[in-house]
């Protein structure tokens, strides 16, 4: 079983930053892959990045690439999601999740039903 809590979420002014942190518990991370998604009000939930348990392999959704920057600590048991130039369409749930399902494939990181646990969310507001 694994705990996910998500933190660094706010309000924040288009161009501006915020930094996601994904904290779990329970099992570690090895053999994971972790991912964040986000849903906003009438929207299906949507993939935003994933890394590998190792931090060698990451993937991006195409509206944030080159803005989102993922990582991972696994001392700390920890992900990132680094959010640069934020946009208004961006406001959302940031959601973090886990995935036991390996290897790392794009087919698999990106779709929601292959994730096994699921944080409870941190909102992102982006004001233009």
């Known amino acids: 079983q694994v705990q996910l809590v998500e933190s660094g979420g706010g309000l924040v002014q288009a161009g501006g930053s915020l930094r996601l942190s994904c904290a779990a518990s329970g099992r570690t991370f090895s053999r994971y892959t972790m991912g964040w998604f986000r849903q906003a009000p009438g929207k299906e939930r949507e993939f935003v990045a994933a890394i590998s348990w190792r931090g060698d392999s990451t993937y991006y959704g195409d509206s944030v690439k080159g803005r989102f920057t993922i990582s991972i600590d696994i001392a700390k048991n920890t992900v990132y999601l680094q959010m640069n130039s934020l946009k208004p369409e961006d406001t959302a749930v940031y959601y973090c999740?886990?995935?036991?399902?390996?290897?790392?494939?794009?087919?698999?990181?990106?779709?929601?039903?292959?994730?096994?646990?699921w944080g409870q969310g941190t909102q992102v507001t982006v004001s233009s």
């Open positions: 999740a886990a995935s036991s399902r390996t290897p790392f494939a794009i087919v698999v990181v990106t779709i929601t039903g292959k994730y096994d646990y």
